[in-house]
């Protein structure tokens, strides 16, 4: 199924009523996505009512503001379905990183290989094709590097080929089809020509009735070594299993790509985790790459 609707590009300050909720909360950093980053942002945490949180407010004042290790922060959620993040190691990397869990049979028997130099989630047995489970998972370009967890990375890439910016080609995206859970799509754009920019968006369910979702767009820049910026598509104790917040942060204390995909592993629940992987913009291809056969 296409992850894209017939819709004309939203702009800044167009904001349809249906998508009022986190994409008018994360309207400023959308429009730093609009104009491919030229005006500097940091990321901003946001309410579900498009306030700053109260560590922003307090970080606005010079406090510093706690955040989990990420090896606590993916630990403590059981069941985080698939995730991207987006860090800059101890010392100083810029990595990418993704990761599959699953329970069910179809969705442990996924691989993470390279076809025609794009990171494909494959199964590892004769099952027919899935969209939702099997698809481009990374795809780069001279320009940009495109990760996310289901068939619309291939949409996105392709509307940045075209020269649509960042926000504009996250936008016109839906959450997955797979009642009851109404997966979120989570994707990440990393701008080579500005090595530090990196623009994440989620297409999301509403938390109330409505079919229509919500797209949530944030733009990170200037990571300081040791940040991580992450969105995951579950938060759950191992029984129930509910849509994540928009997008968390942590910290790593991995030095380069390989250390940083060992950090994420290792959190991971053992009897969950299915594959992941951790790259460095540019190299998509030398990515290093973990799977729960090994």
């Known amino acids: 199924m296409d992850p894209a609707r017939g819709r004309h590009p939203s702009r800044s300050g167009d904001r349809h009523p249906s998508r009022s909720g986190e994409r008018t ?10 104009d491919g980053g030229a005006t500097r942002h940091r990321a901003q945490r946001v309410s579900a009512r498009g306030e700053q949180t109260a560590s922003e407010q307090h970080r606005g004042r010079g406090e510093p503001v706690s955040v989990d290790p990420l090896g606590q922060f993916l630990a403590d959620n059981r069941y985080p379905g698939r995730g991207v993040l987006w860090a800059r190691t101890r010392a100083g990397e810029l990595v990418g990183g993704y990761f ?3 329970r069910s049979p179809a969705s442990q028997a996924r691989r993470l290989h390279f076809e ?4 494909i989630v494959s199964p590892t047995d004769e099952t027919a094709h899935d969209p939702l489970r099997h698809y481009a998972a990374a795809i780069e370009d001279e320009r940009w590097l495109v990760f996310g967890n289901g068939e619309q990375v291939s949409t996105v890439a392709d509307r940045l080929a075209a020269g649509e910016a960042p926000a504009v080609a996250l936008d016109r995206l839906e959450y997955e089809p797979d009642p009851p859970i109404l997966t979120s799509r989570i994707t990440v ?22 079919e229509a979702g919500n797209l949530v767009t944030v733009t990170v820049r200037d990571l300081a070594p040791g940040d991580v910026v992450l969105m995951t598509t579950y938060r759950s104790d191992g029984g129930t299993v509910l849509p994540a917040e928009p997008y968390a942060e942590a910290t790593t204390e991995a030095a380069d790509a390989a250390g940083f995909l ?11 985790r299915v594959a992941a992987a951790a790259f460095t913009p540019g190299r998509l291809t030398g990515a290093a790459l973990r799977h729960r056969t090994d």
């Open 25 to 34: 909360a994360a309207g400023r950093a959308s429009d730093v996505c609009l």
């Open 100 to 102: 599959l869990t699953g």
């Open 116 to 119: 025609d130099e794009r990171l």
């Open 189 to 210: 754009i990393a701008d080579l020509a500005d090595p530090g920019t990196a623009c994440l968006g989620a297409a999301r369910r509403s938390a109330g009735a409505r």
């Open 262 to 272: 060992d950090e994420i592993w290792r959190a991971l629940t053992p009897e969950l």
